[in-house]
T-cell receptor, first 114, second 114 residues
Framework: DGGITQSPKYLFRKEGQNVTLSCEQN?????MYWYRQDPGQGLRLIYY???????QKGDIAEGYSVSREKKESFPLTVTSAQKNPTAFYLC?????????????FGPGTRLTVL | AQKITQTQPGMFVQEKEAVTLDCTYD???????LFWYKQPSSGEMIFLIY??????QNATEGRYSLNFQKARKSANLVISASQLGDSAMYFC???????????FGAGTRLFVKA
């Protein structure tokens, strides 16, 4: 089955630690995205990547970093510089080949800072 | 700047009745797409329906239809014959055609009553 996987589902971090959230897709999509969702709010864009080895900052990139070394993978690192990292993180991908260029989303990772 | 406004934080509907979720948007782009996504309690975002700014007819997908009023800049989602499984968060979103960034509204939580 084609889709997007995110791991882990739940992640606990101590203050001052960096953590990396995994996102893998087997849809052969070129574009990939990371969003942050806080309780009762919409999605805010952290980073996006249009092609391998290229990525751009979104609206709330401070305290986060990404890499795109492979088409299938777009990991997100939450650094200690992110002051309030507790949130739900969603990864998405998109292709120009689908009818509406809609985004496909992974199941999400819920990060809690202890 | 682009903006999506969903003014209903929560909505209740009786099972088997229809419900309309409001969405207004603001953009200076001439060519754009409007999306609706459903987010169940599991967290994953599910694409429901798409409307292009130049589409003359309102989009429909099964029990979902989009009431598109371009002059008013509104793109309301209509769910007919509500089911208990429709209880979820619903997000309206917009993206410029050919663009990479999607803007999301704050969402509306729908509760379907038996």
């Amino acid at each position: 089955d084609g889709g997007i996987t995110q791991s882990p589902k739940y992640l606990f971090r101590k203050e001052g630690q960096n953590v990396t959230l995994s996102c893998e897709q087997n849809l052969n999509h070129d574009a990939m995205y990371w969003y942050r969702q806080d309780p009762g709010q919409g999605l805010r864009l952290i980073y996006y990547s249009q092609i391998v080895n290229d990525f751009q900052k979104g609206d709330i990139a401070e305290g986060y970093s990404v890499s795109r070394e492979k088409k299938e993978s777009f990991p997100l690192t939450v650094t200690s510089a992110q002051k309030n990292p507790t949130a739900f993180y969603l990864c998405a991908s998109k292709s120009w080949q689908t009818s509406y260029n809609e985004q496909f989303f992974g199941p999400g990772t819920r990060l809690t800072v202890l | 700047a682009q903006k999506i406004t969903q003014t209903q934080p929560g909505m209740f509907v009786q099972e088997k009745e229809a419900v309309t979720l409001d969405c207004t948007y603001d953009t200076s782009d001439q060519s754009y797409g409007l999306f609706w996504y459903k987010q169940p309690s599991s967290g994953e975002m599910i694409f429901l329906i798409y409307q292009g700014s130049y589409d003359e007819q309102n989009a429909t997908e099964g029990r979902y239809s989009l009431n598109f009023q371009k002059a008013r800049k509104s793109a309301n989602l209509v769910i007919s014959a509500s089911q208990l499984g429709d209880s979820a968060m619903y997000f309206c979103a917009m993206r410029e055609v050919g663009g990479f960034k999607t803007i999301f509204g704050a969402g509306t939580r729908l509760f379907v009553k038996a």
